[in-house]
């Protein structure tokens, strides 16, 4: 989950139990699990830096090299133009996978640039740099 976090978030677990006595066995199971869940959840925020242009170097070398062995050419290949079924072998998958976090880190890395960009801008403008925002 950390990954799906970014490293760090708030974590609420919710327990849903049955008032029907046809279904003691899943509220009880629910009870048990909720009760593990209460001891061994912990949650401490931390700070995550992220490299992002090596990063996506490393996902793109793992495209390139995944690619290499399935015979295939990875320039233009995105995550979703990659057909999986019940047959795909985990060197496809793999290559699904590789493909869909170089496009998640990049689509970061865009927002974490507008964000720089836009606060360098209202820096300027508010030290009467004459700089108007483009928001």
């Known amino acids: 989950m950390a990954h799906a976090f970014g490293g760090s978030g708030r974590l609420s677990v919710l327990a849903g139990v049955s008032p029907l006595a046809s279904r003691f066995e899943e509220s ?78 990049r689509k970061e890395a865009q927002v974490w640039d507008d964000v720089l960009t836009k606060s360098e801008r209202v820096t300027l403008m508010l030290k009467g740099e004459g700089v108007r925002p483009i928001y």
């Open 28 to 105: 009880d199971a629910m009870c048990q699990l909720a009760a593990k869940m209460h001891k061994g959840v912990r949650c401490r925020p931390c700070a995550v830096a992220t490299h992002y242009a090596s990063e996506v170097a490393a996902a793109d070398g793992d495209v390139v090299e995944l690619a290499a062995r399935l015979g295939l050419n990875p320039k233009g290949m995105t995550s979703a133009g990659v057909e999986l079924d019940m047959d795909s072998s985990d060197e496809l998958l793999a290559l699904r996978d590789a493909l869909a976090l170089g496009e998640e880190l």
